[in-house]
């Protein structure tokens, strides 16, 4: 089975994206049916948005964590690293994707112009690197999978992976922005 998978990363890479992308597309659009949704108190809808600002500050911690420890030559620390920040990741999106299936997206309601000029170029970028980065991430995740780590310095993994956790990080960081302009900042 892990010789199917490492012959077809690439396929796979496409597969898990654009299941991604339809599910995320769903949700954002309120197209999920009610019935599959969990009854949540209102106290636990309104806690998702502080929850996953914590959640994205420990996915930096351990992106960070993970890049200086493959510098360092520290595969096994770097290997829990990265998988650590890809299941904050998932908790991350489950937990919006669920907030945004029943609640719909928040709406900024500051000034017009910090709309214009702050809020909407922040959320555009986070959102455009966290749509580059998903198969980034997932391209390099199958490869490490599929791959002993002597082998992987052969592959593209340490290229991709490079872009993917400078990239990563930056959503992430654009994203507890995105946060703080909606949920803390009092406008």
Excluded at 78 to 105: D, N, Q, T
Aim: glycine share 6%; with cysteine; net charge positive.
């Amino acid at each position: 089975m892990q010789r199917t998978f490492r012959r077809h990363v690439p396929l796979i890479t496409t597969l898990l994206t654009v299941v991604s992308l339809v599910v995320v597309i769903a949700a954002v659009r309120q197209l999920v049916p009610e019935a599959v949704l969990p009854p949540l108190p209102d106290g636990v809808l309104h806690a998702i948005p502080h929850a996953n600002a914590a959640i994205s500050a420990l996915a930096i911690g351990t992106i960070v964590y993970g890049w200086r420890s493959i510098r360092d030559g520290r595969i096994e620390r770097h290997r829990r690293a990265m998988g650590a920040s890809f299941l904050l990741f998932l908790a991350f999106l489950g937990l919006y994707l669920l907030r945004v299936a029943i609640e719909g997206p928040t709406t900024f309601d500051g000034p017009e112009a910090l709309k214009l000029w702050v809020y909407y170029p922040v959320l555009g970028i986070h959102i455009l690197l966290a749509i580059v980065c998903l198969p980034l991430v997932y391209y390099v995740l199958l490869l490490a999978a599929t791959h002993e780590p002597s082998e992987l310095g052969e592959t593209a993994h340490p290229r991709v992976g490079r872009v993917a956790a400078g990239l990563w990080l930056i959503s992430f960081a654009l994203g507890i922005v995105v946060y703080l302009l909606l949920y803390v900042l009092p406008i």
